[in-house]
DNA sequence: ACCAGAAAACAAAACGTTTCGCTTTTCAGC
DNA sequence: GCTGAAAAGCGAAACGTTTTGTTTTCTGGT
């Protein structure tokens, strides 16, 4: 591999000339065409370690996701690598695959990495470790939170009013008539869930439906109309079932994520009830199959291109030092698809 | 942040032995106690680039994909991602989000940053210029394709055997009786696409049923039994309905990917069809979708894990240097879940 | 043709490691 | 208490850049 001396060896310039050129520095007309033309011929390439190791910066950042298998950061981090990218930054993803351990894990590799920013969705990471990994450098490292929040950790985030969505959602069914209406939550200790799950609390309570309590546990056991599970396919359709099984069944139900809002619909096909006419319905983020299903469902869309782009906003101006009031926390509004059902 | 000469002026021991000791060297018992105490103390952590410029590793792998919102990708990388870490590898994945200019930015940026080989699903980038990107570092950079292979450029791949996964679908399907089979293939550019195409033309011919040309561009025109999508939602939902609106419709239908097969299944219940029973059909990815709908589909399963594994061995074997016959190219047999239809 | 001032080029040091070739220390066995 | 081999420790150089302060070259106005 060939390195800046060469270049300079054969153009029988200095190293410091060769160097300011390649950063964007003025030289004389002919040593610019003499330099590219090594260049070119040497396929010489800047060695960013020791580019960083002098200068401090990567410009890179690392984004820190529970898994690689949710569509929804996959937009997340599109949008933000784009913004990331006109700034001249690249991001890199790694993902902990719900592994509390590994989460620290690549944070820490991340942060020995020398990247210049870290977005992170937390998920079992305290606010103590975080602490401690954001200072590990000497300098606190900037970083952004993405989607949900940590409760005792103070850092720039990015989150969706997730309250005001379910609020909205099940005002909605509110208006449309129903009065027993449900929620299958997800587990309550993801800031996310909990949030939704208070949403449809208070929106109740504001129009005086009785709402029983929530269930002690993260299982989703208990009666009522209140269900919890774990985010995923599974938990959609078997507490679909379980709940339409009870002998009063709700008349509306509200889905509160991706894969538990694909685990009902089919739940609820397989049991021939039309969802929309025969049980009100609001589910979260699979906004093109509910769109696209006959009778469309209402479904609340959360803004994962403006996260993403939130993000890189905040997090690029961190690191260009920017003064900014600390911390930011923006809470983006989500887009409630509303599709009533019509004959 | 303090470095190793830090530790070395606090312990009073020489540069040479803390760097030693650090990268698992022996040292006495008593000064072991001082560096750990001086390590802790300081809060000291290995500047990762600067032992990269000197050692030209970084124990650090590239994964480039289309994209992040396939959650077949996240299940690869989530099984290479295991692979590499036994090795004591990271892996950092970018997506170029199906964008022909970044896909080749992106590898060139992992190159640059010194990665010790690249996981690469490839989509535009040609032979040429990734054989440029491969010898840009001077020696050849460890690689491995998954999924796709790309013409021309001898590598190291992991892919499935898309031609007999179609095959033995279709041929399944003629086994129930069924003759007029369609497919809704994917972009004929795409080799994984393109073998499925064979896989399913050549069934047909082995059992002398008539299949008719395939439609000469990438789009979806033309009449009869085969289409050609775009590999996404939109497109398994439009090619089903115009399908099924010909005054021929076919008895049965293979569909050949995830985000098509969801498209299909949702105009199938939206006109009624029942799949599996009113029109043949074997889909492909969406493994749980197709388990738990009603009446269960047939469904042919990549094997997602299996194939992050593969390619995290061979690459680990190919940057340690090991010999091994040039190149390894590993097919994976994708596993056909047979549902036939019951009363 | 000269001079001042600006622009460009330069030499050398530094970033935080690892490693090579030596020197010193340790310790087992007699 | 020696001896010699093995173990541990050491100093200095090197990895490929950027940067600082200085020197050289160019420019144009008189």
Redesign the pocket.
Known sequence: ?S???DVSKRT????????????GG???EK?RRVIDEAVEALG????R???S???NRTMTVGVVIPTLSIPFFGEVLSALDRELRAAGYTSFVCSYDFDRDLECEKLRVLCNNNVDGIVLAAQFVSAKELEEIRNARGSEMPMVLIDRTIPGFTCDSIVVDNLNATYGAVEQLIGAGHRRISIIAGPLGISTANERMVGYRRALEDYGIDCESVPSGEDDAGSGLIRIGQYDFESGYRLFNQLMDQPMPPTALCVTNYDMTMGAVTAAHERGIVLGRDVGFVGFDAVDLCRIVSPPLSIIEQPAKQMGQKAGEVLLKRMAGEELPYPQVIRLKSHLHNRPYKE
């Open positions: 591999m390195t800046i001396k029988g310039l200095s190293l410091a000339t060769i160097s300011k050129y390649l950063n003025n030289v004389r040593n010489y390439r800047v060695n370690n020791a580019r190791l002098k200068t």
